[in-house]
């Protein structure tokens, strides 16, 4: 990993500043931090590994080894002192929008389990219907398996709208936070 890599996780220009890089880290810690996805094992697997590679900028920075040249000398309060208001609200803004690109990604991946819930009710109830009619034999067989596809089915759509629900109040929340800052920018 080198400097531009780990400033790309964190959603931060070259021109980061260590409070800038610190905000960034906490503000996208918060999004991704694998226990707000406790309901869903694969999103949950997601945001660990994204997690971690976040942890991993953000250590790679923090440790002098991402530090940039001549600036990384001197005291924090030095090296941040030639940074307007202004171009930390960005680097925020810029951390919000990698953020948003990551929930968006997972909430397209729960919009494709939802479906595949659905096909699976819809399917599986068909099957069922159409092979209850016969209770003996193979038909009875198939009808019950049809009948626990449905019903896995309906699980499915149930655990994925939560899902859903969830991530729309993380997408919303970095909306009106971005909405935010983006007052503060025009008021500067």
Excluded: C
Aim: hydrophobic share 40%; aromatic share 6%; proline share 2%.
């Amino acid at each position: 990993m080198n400097r531009l890599e780990a400033l790309r996780i964190l959603g931060l220009d070259e021109d980061a500043t260590v409070d800038d890089i610190k905000t960034a880290y906490k503000e996208t810690a918060q999004i991704l931090h694998p226990d707000r996805f406790a309901t869903n094992k694969k999103l949950q697997e997601r945001a660990t590994e994204q997690f971690k590679n976040l942890q991993e900028a953000y250590e790679y920075l923090t440790s002098g080894k991402g530090a940039r040249g001549a600036r990384a000398s001197g005291s924090p309060s030095q090296r941040s002192s030639g940074y307007s208001a202004e171009s930390q609200l960005e680097a925020r803004l810029a951390g919000i929008a990698a953020a948003r690109v990551q929930l968006v990604a997972q909430r397209d991946v729960v919009l494709d389990e939802r479906r595949n819930g659905i096909l699976m009710t819809v399917i599986g109830g068909i099957v069922a219907l159409f092979t209850g009619r016969r209770p003996f034999g193979l038909f009875g067989v198939v009808a019950a398996i049809a009948s626990a596809a449905a019903v896995w089915g309906i699980v499915s759509i149930v655990s994925a709208q939560r899902t859903l629900n969830n991530l729309d109040e993380h997408i919303q929340e970095l909306n009106a936070e971005q909405r935010r800052i983006m007052g503060e920018l025009d008021d500067l």
